[in-house]
Each structure stands twice: as structure tokens, then as C-alpha cells.
């Protein structure tokens, strides 16, 4: 069984800090998703990385792959209420066909 | 273009019945993913069907069973339900083909209690 540990579960934070949300595998993923998921709904796609070393931004959101494709981390610049959310990494493995595989999320609250 | 829709959105069942679970996926996405959301397990995986066939399984009992229909739309049974099968079910569709496999895009998901 692969497992995607994320850390940290929970984080509150006052608005305008910086945060950095970490997703790490004993396994090379294929390609790692981001999502974010708020309460009642289902899970949104913030963006996929593929190559080792890739970082990607979104805003005040970046993301990065590592070099050996095994973790990946989620910085916020600034964080803002409207941040607020459950953020999800998940990714693929080379052996696991077109399933992903969910880390157990980082609940995130940024209070005014 | 509209994104996945699930129905229903909240269903209450008793335990030892059965329950169906509907998806139909995004306009032109051929690969259907069922996954159950718990608080304690997190995002599990179900399975995946593409062009009518589960394509991957995960590690669930066969009480829990799906299809997908001609025109992609996919539904997931559960039967003789358990207190535990209480849970956010969602789909999540996608084009499905090798080199585009890579982003899923969820459903709100049906929110199951059994009782």
C-alpha cells in the first residue's frame, strides 16, 4: 500500500501570514494533484505537477514538485480568509493505473 | 461547459438495504472515479470505469459494485449497507486517456447516513 503523508492536519493562522503545507511519499508519483475542499462539496482542482523540480504559482499559491518526484509542498503568500479550506494532495504512481491516491489533508482556517 | 453532477445529494438509508448512487461526468470525459470520504480514513478510492469497463479497483468489499452506461454516466450500488458505509460519496471524471489521465474533477458528492 502507498501512503501519502501530509502535514501539517490542521493550521490556524492569522490573515496576512505565510504557510507552507507539505505532502511526502516513499513512492515516485507519476504526477501530483492539488485540491482544496470546502464543507458540502467536492474536492477543486488547483493544479497538477508533473516534472521533478517543477513549481508551479497560482496567485499567492505556490506549488512545488520535488526534484525525485517523492514530495511536494503548497506555499501561501498572505494568506487571506477566503483561503480558508481542506487542502488535499494526491497523487499518481507508475503502478497504480489511473487511481490516486489521497493524503489525509491539512484543514486550513485564516481568521480576520 | 457543466461539471460533474451527482444525485442524489443526500440520502438517509437504514442498515441491510441496498442504495444506488448516480454521476454523469463532464461533456466528453469517457473514465468515471467513485471515491468515499470518511473523517477518519480520508479520500479512499472505489474504482474507475472507462468506456464501460472498471479499469482499476480499490480495496473495498463487493458489496460495493458500479457501472458505466454507453453515454459515460456512471452509477455505484452498495448493498446490505453498514453503519460504517456512512460517508461523502463522490465521482470524479476525467478524459481518461493516457497522456491526458492526469486531472480528475469531482462532483459535489451524495452525502450517505445509514442509520
Known amino acids: 500500500t502507498q501512503l501519502l503523508e501530509q502535514s501539517p492536519q490542521f493550521l490556524s493562522i492569522q490573515e496576512g501570514e505565510n504557510l507552507t503545507v507539505y505532502c511526502n511519499s516513499s513512492s515516485v508519483f507519476s504526477s501530483l494533484q492539488w485540491y482544496r475542499q470546502e464543507p458540502g462539496e467536492g474536492p477543486v482542482l488547483l493544479v497538477t505537477v508533473v516534472t521533478g523540480g517543477e513549481v508551479k504559482k497560482l496567485k499567492r499559491l505556490t506549488f512545488q514538485f520535488g526534484d525525485a518526484r517523492k514530495d511536494s509542498s503548497l506555499h501561501i503568500t498572505a494568506a487571506q480568509p477566503g483561503d480558508t479550506g481542506l487542502y488535499l494532495c494526491?497523487?499518481?504512481?507508475?503502478?497504480?493505473?489511473?487511481?490516486?491516491?489521497f493524503g489525509g489533508g491539512t484543514r486550513l482556517m485564516v481568521k480576520p | 461547459k457543466a461539471g460533474v453532477t451527482q444525485t442524489p445529494r443526500y440520502l438517509i438509508k437504514t442498515r441491510g438495504q441496498q442504495v444506488t448512487l448516480s454521476c454523469s461526468p463532464i461533456s466528453g470525459h469517457r473514465s468515471v472515479s467513485w471515491y468515499q470520504q470518511t473523517p477518519g480514513q480520508g479520500l479512499q478510492f472505489l474504482f474507475e470505469y472507462f468506456s464501460e469497463t472498471q479499469r482499476n479497483k480499490g480495496n473495498f468489499p463487493g458489496r460495493f459494485s458500479g457501472r458505466q452506461f454507453s453515454n459515460s454516466r456512471s452509477e455505484m450500488n452498495v448493498s446490505t449497507l453498514e453503519l460504517g458505509d456512512s460517508a461523502l460519496y463522490l465521482c470524479?471524471?476525467?478524459?481518461?486517456?493516457?497522456?491526458?489521465?492526469?486531472?480528475?474533477?469531482f462532483g459535489p458528492g451524495t452525502r450517505l447516513t445509514v442509520t
Open positions: 494526491a497523487g499518481y504512481y507508475n503502478n497504480a493505473g489511473n487511481m490516486l491516491t
Open positions: 470524479a471524471s476525467s478524459l481518461g486517456l493516457a497522456e491526458y489521465s492526469y486531472e480528475q474533477y
